[in-house]
């Protein structure tokens, strides 16, 4: 990690430390600044209501709520910046021992500011009515702040305990490197340990006492890890090639038979896998449209819905008109069929578009659909608002995958097959032909790809693997509406692709999981489910454009800028003495992370 | 071989072009049959046109804080719909004041509508710069998937935040006595609502600035420089940041406007508001040729027109129930069909063609 | 790390497993049922599953806030704290199904109240049935959820939302009786006001009067005036549009607008039956009448609900099923005490398919929305339904049922 030097906008004030004669800078803007961000993060998440909501959720029963968490980790990171900053303002990354009462009053200070922004919330609330703007600005969020012991004894409290936290937070900066790790660790598992506990098995918060087992046993694990971890790994080394081999054969048969006991988890995980395992359908399938060809659709839930309908047409016994009932596995090749059909009449005329010009027809393609879907002119036919009802389950033989947890392993299935065509076509011919039209269609075109059979082949092919997770879609909630063919859909799975690493294929079960299994785990907000996920959108592609497991390609493009920015910032700092390295040296526009906020 | 492949091009256009006639072959049995019914006057038309006009007013005002972001920025501004949300819905605060104050009756409600229309404009700037600071300029040499990405989760953000705010209730605008009902168009026959009336013709006030704004002034040109080609621009002395906070500014004011005419016809404002006006006026902007501030205006009033009006006048004849359920697909259809004869819009420009 | 983590989690549950083996209960379940087990100290555990994200978010809210306060009213079950879990259901299949499945797989759960919409409660109501947990919806109208022929797998399903069949059927014959010939509807693509229109549109014809146009606009459609035009062309005196808050206001406000519509009747359902529909069609409303349950045979805890839910969340109520909600709970609890087995040391044994049963039982239930009376289909709302008009555009004059002639006024039966 190169770590970068940030200066203060405000001039240093010399502190005089007895011990030295070097002049170490300190700036009061560091600590005041930092407060005043994580106090504005405190006091709107406070507003927002979800300080209230979570507060009846147990982290730790009895001593400690969600709700407080949530106005413990701005504080935490206001504390966090304050202490980091001043810390290498002064320069003494290596021996922090010297500044440590400077450390110990920025973090004091952050946390006292925090701390007062929300007092002030308090005190605004408790004398004017907030609540005819704010609607959760109630009287039970002022008790939760005040911890229940009303205003000016609460608010005291209050500053207190901001003041404490930064005072530990700079305490713990003072631990070497590795027992410093090994506590946060602890400390941030807790509770992520105690929210999928009680999402899972619908319980309360951990007991203290498992709370005080999680710090000593991941601290511990964490610290003998690190302090073993190169011979352990030189060990492995040492083994012979075929002993190497075995133990990787082993690893994947190990999580093969993790992946299928998945579901025997519980109906919830289950289902849970299951609309992460369709995302992943669909998300694959959007990734060679998008991903390999570079064709931007918005209306890719289009095929999604086909597929689904196609499937409950034939199948449900309500649909009489079409005068058969298939069964689920005779009806499934049809509606992968129509849905290719219809990714390749959608192509044709979009062939000449390019960039917004096709995501903005994609987009309408998806909308008509949805919009004829629910109109009363085909309502004799595919039932309008009512939809469709009683869609046949899968048999296999005499078992009929009726729950869930059945369900899985044909979806299972259909992903592995559809990711094994993904990477097969990717390294033929035809995705060579597909990624070539992305960097360049003109070029493309002078080396003598076929534009139309290219484009046509990336359409049909992204849409069959829609109508896939389409017909599963509807098999799995036997009945389907209109309603849940939504735009959203569409944008959800461009996220996928995106968040995941565009062209990647593990990329995009990786990104599958972040963004439709996180959310579920995180049930508990889910009035704020997209506004978390909106802020989480946009934090990723600051700080990670390139995705959570990138295609190597495309990261080495995203990076090549960065690596340039680096070359120039080490040279730049060659060139001035140390102290005189105050330009910030940080180009505009980079793509990297600023500073280290 | 290059003989093989512009035969096979052409084959393409020519199902293109075989696609596009059909359906507009449909659209016009369809028109031809809804008017030899004889089923609506021709009042009822031109009362229709107007509706269309009136919205589509709206639509072009948002249109063009889309296209002048994309003008320069080559990104779909996607929270853009959230702009034109926050601006009514921050001054619904400021109606409910100056209501109360007595400024929205009798002969005061032009004060009292000015400011309103002040704070959200005001606010609508703000949020615009704030996206443009926060989320857009760290993004500026980023692949164009990764700022439209970023503008999708700023959207849902912003809706959100609001939501959580200040509830989900839907709030109504108090009412203006003085613009209630309808007048004749000045110096013809045509009746037409007050509030239509005002918002067309303070609407096309606002177009007329702007195009003169961009076409006449210097930060105007500036911006048109900025848009073909930024490093040069960089290199003539412009201020490629300052010149992309002001079209952020422009973008913004317009759609804080656009709001309170939005409001002047529907009252209502709540946290998902912004979401479908949005998405027509991106339509509106591509369907007049994304980047071009003229087409934009054209893109809007289109649309506009096209919801009005061509439901009744083509579905009807086909016999299709309840047309107006399918109005925005009806929409989309349309800009297809235009796109297939002019696949960079209406006014589309050539650079729009090369570097989308 | 990864390795860690999981052994963590298996550590994590094997402490909770244990937890769970300390307090064994001596009371037995009677045979065939299943039993909830409450712990002296543990709380009863009853869910909702409503949406609570989304465009849909205010009907969810209401009657999330309507479960709230009844559980605060009620206090305490047989000595027992009343816990209430949630889950977004959406508005949708897929949101009835996902939430379904996590409500039903917590043992500890007594019963739900839900689903808001009937797309989510198709797919949720097999799920809950399966595992025996009685389900109680303040808001599905869909009349195919209580018909006689429903699934078997439907057993556990109540609601004390009324039928769609009654109040579309009451306000034909209300408009019928009124001297009004030509109708016109109009629907926004959902379930329930396209069901509500059927019914209507069926009855209406089947006394004598004429459908004249039958409309749909989308739920966050904002100009209504084309449309309109069009309803207008076929001349009709009343036009009925049981739809929600946001389109149904833009409809009143607009008609008023539309050359031939200035005088034409205009009606809706209890989707809109509300204050913030008021404000959201403004002056327009005079005049406007509703179909809605009979305040005249609401209680008055209503008007102190209505307090409490202001003193509260520090707004008017958002949708206007906040009451049925208030009552299914209480419905729950209610049948909770009558089934609950009691232990010596004050734990509870709360058979699940008795459960069901006592809430089919349920007999004169004294609740908010009037007396509920379950039917073997399970449908349990009083239906009786009253038209209403709007004498008084002033949405803080909003009273219905407080007098004989307070805003809105009854004016039927």
Redesign the interface.
Known sequence: MQKRIRFSWAAPSPPDLAATDQVLPFAWSIPVLSGVIGGSIAVFLSLLGMVEVSSGRDIISDVLSMGQVLVLLPLIYATYRSVNQTALLACVDQDKKRIAPWLFLAGALAGLVSCALLALLVLIGTTVDLQAFFVRASPTLYDLLTLGMGVPAGLLVLLAIGALVGILLAAVSLLPGQLRRSIVLGMVLIPVVAILHSTLFSGSGLSLLAAVIILLLVGGASYLWSSSQDTVKERVADLSPARQRNMRLGAWVAAGLIVLALPLLGAYPADILDMIGLYALMGLGLNIVVGFAGLLDLGYVAFFALGAYTLGVLTSPEILWTGVTLTFWQALPFAVGVSTLAGIILGVPVLGMRGDYLAIVTLGFGEIIRLVFLSDWLKPYIGGSNGITRIAKPAIGPIVLNNQQGLFYPILVGCLVVAFISLRSKNSRLGRAWMAVREDEDVAQAMGIDLVRTKLLAFATGAAFAGLAGAFFATKLTSIYPHSFHLLVSINVLCVVIVGGMGSIPGVVVGSLALVGLPEVLREFSEYRLLMYGAALVLMMLNRPEGLLPEARRRLELHEADEELEDYAAAELETLPATAAAANPVPPGGLTESGDQ | MLQRLRRRVSGTMVAMWLIGLAILAVVVVGTIRTLASGAYSGAEWLDLSIYGIAQGSIYALIALGYTLVYGILRMINFAHSEVFMSGPFIAYFAATAVDDAGLLEDQNWVFGLLIVMLVAMVVSTTVAVLLERIAYRPLRRAPRLVPLITAIGASFFLQYTFLGLFGSGIRGYPEIEALKGRMMIPGTSIPILRTQLLVIVAAMLMLAILYIFVQRTKVGKAMQAVSEDKDAAALMGIDVDRIIVVTFVVGGALAGAAGIFYVLLFHQVHFFMGFFPGLKAFTAAVLGGIGNVTGAMLGGLFLGIAESLFPNLVLDGLGIPAPYQLKDALAFVLLVLILIFRPSGILGERLAVKKA | ?KK??A???V???L??AL?ACGGGAALECPEGDVCVEVGPDEPVRIGYAFV????D??LG?DTKRGVEIAVEDKGQILGHDIEV????SL????GG??AA??L???T??VGVIGTNCS?AA??AIP?FCGANIPTISPSNTAPDLTDPGRPEDYWCYLRTAHNDLVQGAAMAEYAYGAGFRAAATV?D???Y???LQQVFSGKFQELGGAVVA?????P????M???L??V??QNPDFIYYPIF??AG??IT?QAR???GLETVQLSGADGIFSA?FM?????AVIGFRWSSPDFAAFGAGYQDFLAKHEA????KT?APFHAHAYDAAMIIMAAVEKVAIQGDDGSLLIPKKALVQAMFDTKDHTGLTGNLTCDENGDCADPKIAVYECVNADPESWNPGASADSNPMKIWP
């Open positions: 790390m860690s983590f052994v963590l989690t550590l994590v549950m402490l909770t937890a609570v994200s989304g465009a978010v205010t809210t879990v949630g889950e977004d508005c949708s299949a897929e199904q996902t499945t996590k039903s797989s917590d500890k759960l797309s198709r797919a799920i629907h693509g959902s379930l006001a396209d069901k039958q409309e749909a606009v989308g966050d459609d904002t100009d005036k084309p449309m035009t069009r207008a062309a808050t946001k206001g833009q406000k607008e539309v050359p913030d404000r959201a069609a403004g002056d509260k969340y520090g707004e958002l």
